[in-house]
């Protein structure tokens, strides 16, 4: 009865926000809560790290420049404190301020997510995977989650070469899985064909966890290599193993991530909804020594997934005019909603409203 | 079932042809109707024709899992989707061209014509050179010889245009030809499917080669 309720009563995104809630306390992540605003300054030296670089600013009372929040992360990287040997876990859902890819105007959107701040070892990054999997499930059963490597891909190409521009353009060509153009910027920086081949593999990979030993059983037996072995290794023996895949087209700001990153979709979503991962990069550049790994998930997205429609808006329209006794309307329309149905009582019929069941009270009325 | 946006125009029945060849043909998309979507269940694949300019943004949006488009839209509108396959149709350059007397002398901020403002504005930033650009939709090569514009950036096929109008080739941008683009989301869900149609067409793109 309490589900049935709450379905009928909350959005998808709110029903959303109270499972993640749920399921982040469970793990023992700690709520937390922060203010509307944030010093511009934190925004304009960390630019790269946002989803997009503009943000909403204006001067305080007292002169301070001020922007509302584009992101949630750089707030909590800033506002904690290194504690060694301790590890900070905190979710959040929170209102941001971003500028719309659709409408390239700001819009409000709400964003839930967890940080995981300390000593970061591979049991948190596979615990911060499994939340991952475990949000995208509360929103729906028909999704995928990706991971991939950074050190992985920076390994490889550094083995390549060094020039720069061959790093920038090699890593956008894997970015868009686009072994044409790569083989183009290999030639253009005499790349050999057997090193273009080795990064084609990458580029190409998209394996479940189970057969990571096999893939990896071609590359060097790097640190990046073995990490993801032991990763796989876990979350193949997971209830979640046929919805996650490595792929390593997934890239990031190596200035700001690190290790781990990772995408989540759902099908109907023509974006990824979930994104996170290991951002020590990021830490450091805030001053801080810990390490951490964490996620972001934007609810807003979920506009786009199909809400049943209900057909109708409430159960009874309960007609009534000056002559019907108030206190007989009120008894009425109490009776039917004490039998679970909605009801509303007005002098017409609404143009748009959709009903089930008219009561005309009208013509029972008596002038009082 | 796999939603393909195909560019309306001689290139898009040239793409399709190759669909076709690869094992995912849909008869009724050569029957004479006002029909917009041609879908076959047998094959799992349903075609759409669109403006070549909006494919990237069909894919990229998730209305189609796939598209057809050529190099020069996707590097104008820069899409967030994967781009699987270079199809080797739709061959022909992006190139700088000018009045046959024209000498850019660095002396002065240059004007530039063009549909493809980004692709225009990458090329001078890699160059440092200081450019005006000018936006237009049609019939570029009008700007340089009307004195709207000192050059022009835009596609060269043939190049008869040019020399018709007596103007030549300054510079060459890059080469455009036609790729196969894929949603990221709709690759998540359909890697086989997509996998299988890309392998097809590169096997394909290679024999024709």
Avoid at chain 2, 36 to 48: H, Q, S, Y
Avoid at chain 2, 170 to 191: D, E, H
């Amino acid at each position: 009865m309490r589900k049935e309720m709450n379905d009928a009563v909350l959005t998808r995104e709110e029903r959303v926000v109270f499972a993640l809630r749920d399921l982040y306390r469970r793990y023992g992540y700690l709520p937390y809560r922060m203010s509307k605003f944030e010093e511009y300054e934190l925004y304009v030296r960390n630019k790269e790290f946002m989803v997009g670089d503009r943000v909403i600013a204006f001067n305080d009372t007292n002169g301070k420049m001020l922007a509302l929040k584009p992101d949630v992360t750089l707030s909590i990287i800033k506002g904690g404190e290194d504690r060694p040997g301790e590890k900070q876990k905190v979710y959040y859902d929170e209102n941001v301020y971003r500028v719309s890819k659709s409408t390239h105007r700001f819009k409000e959107i709400r964003q839930a997510g967890l940080e995981c701040i300390g000593d970061v070892d591979l049991y948190d990054v596979f615990e911060t995977v499994t939340l991952a999997a475990k949000s995208l499930s509360a929103i729906g059963d028909d999704y995928r989650l990706t991971i991939s490597h950074l050190g992985l891909l920076t390994d490889a190409l550094s083995r390549v070469s060094s020039d720069p521009a061959f790093l920038n353009e090699a890593s956008g060509c894997i970015a868009g899985k686009n072994a044409h153009d790569l083989k183009t910027a290999c030639d253009k920086f005499g790349v050999s064909s057997s090193d273009y081949d080795a990064l084609c593999r990458l580029l190409a990979a998209n394996f479940a966890p189970k057969d990571a030993p096999a893939f990896l059983s071609s590359l060097p037996k790097t640190g990046a290599a073995q990490e993801i072995g032991r990763l796989a290794a876990l979350l193949a023996a997971s209830p979640y193993a046929d919805k996650i895949c490595f792929d390593f087209s997934l890239t990031g700001d190596v200035n700001y991530y690190n290790g781990f990153i990772f995408k989540g979709f759902l099908r109907g979503i023509a974006s990824d909804v979930l994104s996170g991962g290991q951002y020590d990069g990021m830490m450091e550049k805030l001053g801080r020594k810990a390490r951490a790994v964490g996620f972001a998930l934007y609810l807003d997205l979920l506009e786009a997934l199909d809400e049943p429609d209900a057909g109708y808006d409430v159960d009874v329209l309960l007609l009534y005019n000056e002559a019907n006794d108030p206190a007989d309307v009120a008894e009425k329309a109490d009776g039917i909603r004490a039998a679970g149905r909605s009801c509303t009582a007005l002098h017409a019929i609404p143009e748009k409203l959709r009903y089930r069941e008219l009561k005309d009270l009208r013509k029972e009325g008596k002038t009082c | 079932m796999l939603n393909i946006a195909l560019p309306k125009g001689r290139l898009g029945e040239t793409v399709y042809d190759l669909f076709e060849r690869a094992g995912f043909d849909c008869p009724s998309i050569r029957e004479k109707s006002r029909k917009l979507i041609f879908e076959n269940e047998k094959t799992g694949v349903r075609f759409f024709w669109v403006k070549p300019s909006d494919v990237p943004i069909y894919v990229e949006r998730g209305a189609a899992d796939l598209g057809v488009a050529g190099k020069d839209i996707i590097l104008e509108y820069a899409p967030d989707v994967y781009e699987l396959l270079d199809l080797g149709l739709g061959k022909c350059r992006m190139a700088v061209a000018a009045k046959k007397d024209f000498h850019d002398e660095n002396t002065k901020t240059l004007r530039v014509a063009t549909k493809f403002p980004n692709i225009a504005s990458t090329y001078y930033e890699g160059i440092g050179r200081d450019i005006d650009i000018i936006k237009l939709n049609g019939s570029i090569e009008l700007a340089p010889i009307l004195g709207l514009s000192d050059v022009i950036v835009d596609i060269v096929e043939t190049g008869t245009t040019l020399r018709e109008n007596d103007l030549e080739v300054k510079a060459n941008i890059l080469p455009i030809s036609a790729r196969l683009i894929a949603n990221k989301s709709s690759f998540r869900f359909a890697a086989d499917e997509i996998g299988a149609i890309t392998e097809k067409m590169k096997e394909l793109v290679k024999t024709d080669d």
